[in-house]
């Protein structure tokens, strides 16, 4: 009898490393997560900063404790994949952290090494990118977002010691975890593409826009510090398997096959949008196939949301990164749309209302969870008022949902959060009120994104959600009446991404010593997702013709509220001068 078959999936998130054990048809038999420090500046709001060795340590402890809560050996584990945010890892060249804090410790070795994706402090070296008219703009949508790592790394190098910069590496945090698993330097066409300014169908790296904007070492060394080698597709194994240090670390065996990384908004769009679907708890006759990806928008909901679709040619969207050739597909191109704060807007809107401590006490007295308190509180509102639907309760108040700026599709950092229709009213109702618009408004920039997509050349047909967000039921319907099309909700909302790293480790395992062409790869690792995705439950569009019509001159609404804070904020600049 062959020995049973299990893959591990690392998921880095924004606060917290999980790993996941997966059986060979998907099933999740044990997962653990470890909490990560994450550094702020009480002087400068835009700084985040973390550690690859913190995160490293949480990783080994979370695989032990998956290892043992399944009774599973390490012989057992066949393969394993690695998602993290888009985050820049610094290393020296032996693969040691070197400090990215301004101050006197910058480019010394030490554990803060992590300039975290939400790091808004590489505004001025974005502006400068910006101005290039390099071709590498027309591949992030026309600007780069001040998030990617060029602008990072950018920072770091007009910041930096020179003698120091020059012993650095710079990772995307799935390149580095590879490396750290491995030993071997080899970059996933995922995060570089991506986050790191190579574009695939130009022959890779650009070497008169990193001289333009002042990188021109990176020319000089061959792109040595930002990876020299050929690049991956994804789950393609890295090189020879888990090092012999890593192994012993992790209690796995040496020469585990590693997959290569992806981003972790790459790794919910792997583990959901092969899934067939429930209809009112029927299973959809539908097997879908590579061809149907390109309808199915996957938004990975957390802290912060990514839209990502795949397409067969470029389509090439203003404020939407992307189009990437090869980052998952070889032969497909993706792109990202984004917004930076959601749940994250969410949690600010309910936390910082006077209402607040009113709402922790009734969860505590209920034993419920505070959004579940908040829609009962808008459902006796609603019939209060008489009001048909939550849009109509709330039709006179208006927000718009940029507090920390907009990723897509306007790609303007200086974007701000307004609301209009506040009256003098700061009781648990109005609490309850302004969660509603919170959402509402989530859902009209969902819609903004997926129309500015569409009206570019993609044919977006349904939405396939991951993430905390998939549990909130109410705002899952409002994405499926706002943008009048279906939202298909995975098995489990937690699971999703870790799904998708595992699915790397199994490809890496099959594909380990094969020669396998672009189409093959691509078939190949279609199938492992169709095996390994279980069954999604589908939220149909369900807007009476009133909500309708409401919703329809909300987003009216929602666009104007775009224009109008664009020209105030030029009025002032002018009237500044």
């Known amino acids: 009898m062959s020995q049973p078959a299990y893959y591990i999936g690392i998921d880095v998130g924004t606060g917290s490393v999980r790993a996941g054990l997966v059986k060979h048809d998907g099933t999740l038999v044990a997962t653990h997560t470890e909490e990560t420090i994450t550094w702020r500046d009480p002087e400068d709001h835009r700084i985040f900063e973390q550690s690859t060795n913190n995160i490293w340590a949480g990783m080994c402890t979370s695989i032990k404790a998956c290892l043992q809560e399944a009774k599973v050996a390490p012989s057992e584990v066949k393969g394993i994949g690695f998602d993290a945010t888009c985050s820049l890892a ?22 803060r090494n992590i300039i975290l994706w939400a790091d808004h402090r590489a505004e001025k070296e974005a502006e400068l990118i910006n101005s290039t008219g390099s071709v590498v703009l ?12 060029i602008p990072k790394t950018l920072w770091l190098k007009r910041h930096m010691k020179p003698e120091l910069f020059k012993r650095c590496q710079f990772f995307d945090l799935p390149d580095f975890l590879t490396y750290r698993a491995t030993g071997y330097n080899r970059r996933s066409c995922c995060s570089v593409a991506c986050k790191c300014s190579y574009v695939p169908t130009k022959d890779g790296w650009q070497p008169d826009f990193f001289q333009k904007i002042g990188l ?5 060394n061959k792109f040595e510090q930002l990876g020299r080698e050929e690049v991956l597709t994804a789950g393609m194994p890295v090189g020879n398997g888990l090092s012999k240090k890593a192994a012993e670390e992790t209690g796995l065996l040496e020469g585990t096959p590693i997959g290569s990384g992806v981003i972790d908004a790459y790794a919910g769009w792997l583990g959901t949008v092969a899934a067939r679907y429930k209809v009112n708890g029927k299973l ?3 097997v879908p196939s590579l061809d149907e990806s390109r309808h199915r928008l996957a938004a990975v909901a957390g802290t912060s949301t990514c839209h990502i679709v795949q397409s067969p040619e470029g389509v090439f969207v203003n404020g ?27 949690d600010f809107m309910i936390t910082t209302h006077p209402a607040y401590p009113i709402l922790k006490e009734l969860a505590e007295k209920q034993k419920t969870n505070i959004h579940e308190v908040l829609h009962t509180e808008l459902e006796k509102l609603q019939k209060e008022e008489g009001a048909e639907n939550l849009t109509e309760l709330t039709k006179d108040v208006h927000f718009y949902p940029d507090l920390h700026g907009n990723r897509s599709p306007l790609a303007d950092p200086r974007m701000r959060g307004s609301i209009v229709g506040l009256t003098l009213d700061s009781n648990f109702g109005d609490l309850a009120r302004k969660f509603n618009v919170t959402m509402e408004a989530i859902a009209l920039q969902t819609r903004h994104i997926v129309d500015q997509m569409n009206e570019k050349g993609h044919t977006i047909r349904s939405i396939y959600m991951s993430g905390g967000q998939a549990k909130n039921a109410m705002l899952m319907q409002l994405f499926a009446n706002t943008c009048s099309m279906p939202v298909v909700l995975p098995q489990s909302s937690g699971a999703a991404v870790v799904l998708g790293a595992a699915m790397l480790g199994r490809f890496a395992a099959e594909a380990q010593g094969k020669h396998l062409d672009k189409d093959q790869r691509g078939q ?19 807007a009476s013709p009133k909500e309708k019509k409401l919703l329809e001159a909300k987003y009216k609404i929602f666009r104007e509220a ?10 002032m600049e002018a009237a500044n001068q």
């Open 524 to 542: 190949a690792l279609w199938e492992i997702m169709v095996e390994m995705t279980p069954p999604g439950s589908m939220v149909e569009p369900a």
């Open 562 to 571: 775009i224009d109008i804070q664009r020209r105030w904020r030029k009025e």
């Open 216 to 220: 021109s070492e990176f020319v000089e």
């Open 284 to 286: 959809s006759d539908e």
């Open 138 to 149: 027309d591949y992030v949508g026309g600007t780069m977002s001040l998030e990617m790592e």
């Open 90 to 111: 610094v290393s020296d060249t032996n693969g040691e952290p070197v400090v990215v804090t301004k101050g006197d410790h910058l480019g010394q070795n030490g554990d």
């Open 320 to 346: 939407v990164w992307g189009p990437y050739k090869d980052v998952v597909f070889p032969g497909w191109w993706m792109n990202e749309g984004g917004q930076s704060s959601t749940g994250q807007l969410i």
